[in-house]
């Protein structure tokens, strides 16, 4: 009886023992499975994140490009309105000058006119070469002005008995007692 109640003690404890690994096992397997799924999540995460990292890079890149383009089209923007700035000044001027060139053309043709007008008077006031040659005839005169009008001016009178010369530089750059 003992012996019958022993071996089955003996297969309820090996039976125990049994179960008792099996169900180790089959933690251990719940447990590898439970891991593997974890693991499977964190490769499925991994993968997002690099997607992730990979679209913010992209992102990036993207913004980068545009902001280049920006600061190239503010570039060109400035350049083009400086260079407008500049071509608007050098209009200015230009006009500027060219008014004053006006002005003095119109001053200068003013001044030749005037110049003229008292050379006119000048060759009226001065004796002809023929009253000269008439009273002195073995003498000349020398007249050169240096531009249109001279400062100086000759006279010649004749009366009944002296013929008188005079000859003047109203300039104040003639000969001293001449």
Request: hydrophobic fraction near 40%; charged fraction near 30%.
């Amino acid at each position: 009886n003992y012996q019958k109640e022993f071996i089955a003690v003996e297969k309820e404890i090996l039976n125990s023992e049994k179960l008792n690994r099996i169900s180790a096992i089959q933690n251990l397997l719940v447990l590898a499975e439970k891991e593997n799924i974890i693991n499977r999540q964190n490769n499925k995460i991994a993968k997002e994140k690099l997607k992730n990292t990979e679209a913010e890079l992209k992102n990036q890149k993207l913004y980068i490009f545009i902001f280049i383009i920006l600061i190239f089209f503010v570039f060109i923007v400035f350049i083009y309105f400086r260079t407008k700035k500049l071509n608007d000044t050098i209009r200015l001027q230009k006009n500027e000058v060219e008014e004053k060139n006006k002005l003095v053309e119109s001053q200068h043709k003013d001044i030749t006119d005037s110049i003229r007008y008292a050379e006119r008077i000048q060759k009226a006031i001065l004796p002809p070469d023929s009253q000269w040659r008439k009273r002195l005839p073995q003498s000349f005169v020398l007249y050169s002005p240096k531009d249109i009008l001279s400062g100086d001016f000759y006279w010649v009178e004749e009366t009944e008995e002296h013929i008188f010369v005079a000859a003047a530089d109203c300039t104040g750059h003639g000969v001293p007692g001449a």
